[in-house]
């Protein structure tokens, strides 16, 4: 992998001890010396490999196991995730919570992603497949009354159609983006004005998936689509409508006049 060298007068940046740990960590895993999942060597040995301090070294690996990267079994050892797919999804949590990325940005690929992924679905979804999203279904029927635990079963619902897609990408990026938006579809619950309904577009997308109907499937899922960013989009309405509220000055008060000073509390002699 080509080194990016600093254009002349350029400052140079100086690379953290976490940086370093973690680039030849990589090159271990790219020499075969180290593999997925496998078990990091021991702290001394580990030191020596990279050519870091112990100190560095422990330094560095509680600042990658933060990042989900490496992972400590108590008992048994350190060793490298074998997948970083939740990982990746609460640095998408932290990249909305930080505005970096915005909900209907992220709704905005999810409306270029999933109709796709329903066609996939649709063409290449299993009787395996098709049983779980039925299970899905039939938990969302039966959640009318508890929101919280039907939009559980809605998004098993979306995860199962990715994962009928056989696109193991597609499957880890929308997975990622289900973790990052829970919240934001929490807060959009109460909007739901009618669950029978909400219900009945997400049955209809798993007959057309039942039935190979991938031109069907990908217009229905674009429909539901559609109407859960007019949710959010009435939410962040909402919530902007509240914070100018509770930003709003006071009116001034009318010229010529003073506010009233509250009289002095008497004081006992």
């Known amino acids: 992998m080509a080194t990016a060298h600093p254009l002349p007068g350029e400052p140079v940046k100086r690379e953290t001890v976490m940086e370093t740990v973690s680039r030849r960590v990589e090159g271990l895993i790219r020499?075969?010396?180290?593999?997925?999942g496998s078990r990091l060597p021991s702290?001394?040995?580990l030191a020596a490999m990279l050519g870091v301090?112990?100190?560095?070294?422990?330094?560095?690996?509680?600042?990658?196991?933060?990042?989900?990267?490496?992972k400590a079994r108590p008992g048994y050892g350190t060793y490298i995730q074998s997948s970083l797919g939740r990982a990746v999804g609460k640095h998408f949590q932290w990249m909305l919570l930080l505005q970096e990325v915005k909900y209907l940005e992220l709704y905005e690929l999810r409306?270029?992603?999933?109709?796709?992924?329903?066609?996939?679905?649709?063409?290449r979804a299993t009787k395996e497949d098709i049983a779980r999203?039925?299970?899905?279904?039939?938990?969302?029927?039966?959640?009318?009354?508890?929101?919280e635990q039907y939009m559980?079963?809605?998004?098993?619902?979306?995860?199962?159609?990715?994962?009928?897609?056989?696109?193991?990408?597609?499957?880890?990026?929308l997975r990622m983006m289900y973790g990052a938006l829970a919240e934001g579809r929490r807060r959009t619950l109460h909007l739901i004005g009618n669950f029978a309904s909400n219900f009945r577009r997400h049955q209809r997308?798993?007959?057309?998936?039942?039935?190979?109907?991938?031109?069907?499937?990908?217009?229905?899922?674009?429909?539901?689509?559609?109407?859960a960013e007019s949710l959010l989009r009435q939410d962040l309405e909402i919530r902007d409508h509240l914070r100018s509220k509770l930003q709003k000055p006071d009116p001034p008060l009318p010229s010529g006049t003073t506010e009233k000073k509250r009289p002095a509390r008497a004081t006992r002699p």
């Open 205 to 227: 997308i798993f007959r057309l998936v039942a039935r190979r109907d991938a031109k069907g499937a990908r217009k229905a899922v674009l429909e539901d689509l559609e109407y």
């Open 133 to 147: 999203m039925e299970a899905a279904i039939r938990g969302m029927k039966a959640s009318f009354d508890r929101p």
């Open 111 to 123: 409306k270029i992603l999933e109709p796709s992924v329903a066609a996939l679905a649709a063409r």
């Open 53 to 70: 301090s112990r100190s560095s070294l422990r330094e560095a690996l509680k600042g990658l196991m933060f990042l989900g990267l490496i």
């Open 31 to 36: 020499s075969g010396e180290l593999h997925v």
């Open 152 to 173: 559980a079963y809605e998004m098993s619902l979306h995860e199962e159609l990715a994962q009928a897609s056989k696109n193991v990408a597609v499957e880890a990026m």
């Open 43 to 45: 702290e001394p040995k």
